[in-house]
């Protein structure tokens, strides 16, 4: 089960260290997460004692333009000859950005069932890549939005009921890999020349579809996060 894992999330390192290395700027972001469990019986009714549950949420992720005009600028290739014919072309692809990242993340829900407490504590890991555009307003101030999608593994959980804990390493309806969809916010704010203070909204989850005689789980975390951008 480990070998497996490791060569599906091998190819995306690779992917993600090279990109790493040709960024256009780096950021680092913490902040909490809180997020609603959404779980339906094997009967197909849906629970309504799961109750969302903060927890926390710390990334690390590079983001690249479509068209670096500041490289266009300093090079004498057809390519940037004819984006620097083409000005209104060129600033529409420099807005254009994605973003890759790698997630640490939190994922907790509590709850109580004829009058017996529980609660889920997750940590999951995982890599994220989001697309999206960067708009400039004024005073060094910029907005985002972007649309991402992310794989996360669960590295740790528990299940508490009443006093007694359960590991869920063994639940398949968590330590499974778990793909996300979402969107996400951000407004930044220039320090200097080269670093930008910003906070962020964002909000994803999976879409597992129910299937009749089986349990069926999904997570949707919604995400507040602050963090510095650093240019390169």
Request: net charge positive; with cysteine.
């Amino acid at each position: 089960m480990k070998y497996n894992f490791l060569l599906k999330v091998l190819p995306l390192t690779v992917v993600l260290i090279n990109s790493f290395c040709q960024a256009q700027s780096y950021k680092i972001q913490l902040g909490s997460s809180i997020t609603a469990f959404s779980y339906t019986q094997a009967n197909g009714i849906k629970a309504d004692y799961l109750k969302p549950s903060s927890g926390s949420h710390f990334g690390i992720s590079l983001s690249q333009s479509i068209l670096d005009t500041s490289k266009n600028l300093a090079n004498t290739s057809k390519r940037s000859i004819y984006f620097s014919q083409h000005p209104t072309l060129s600033k529409i692809l420099s807005a254009f950005q994605y973003d890759l990242g790698i997630n640490f993340l939190q994922m907790n829900a509590v709850g109580d069932l004829q009058k017996i407490p529980f609660a889920y504590h997750t940590d999951f890991i995982g890599a994220q890549a989001g697309f999206g555009v960067l708009i400039p307003i004024k005073y060094g101030i910029s907005i985002s939005g972007m649309g991402q999608l992310s794989l996360f593994k669960m590295i740790n959980g528990n299940q508490l009921i009443s006093n007694q804990y359960f590991p869920l390493a063994d639940n398949p309806q968590f330590n499974t890999l778990q793909f996300f969809n979402g969107y996400r916010v951000d407004i930044s704010k220039k320090i200097n020349d080269k670093t930008s203070l910003f906070i962020a909204y964002q909000k994803s989850q999976t879409s597992h579809a129910d299937k009749t005689g089986e349990a069926t789980l999904n997570f949707a975390p919604t995400s507040f996060l602050i963090g510095l951008k650093f240019l390169k």
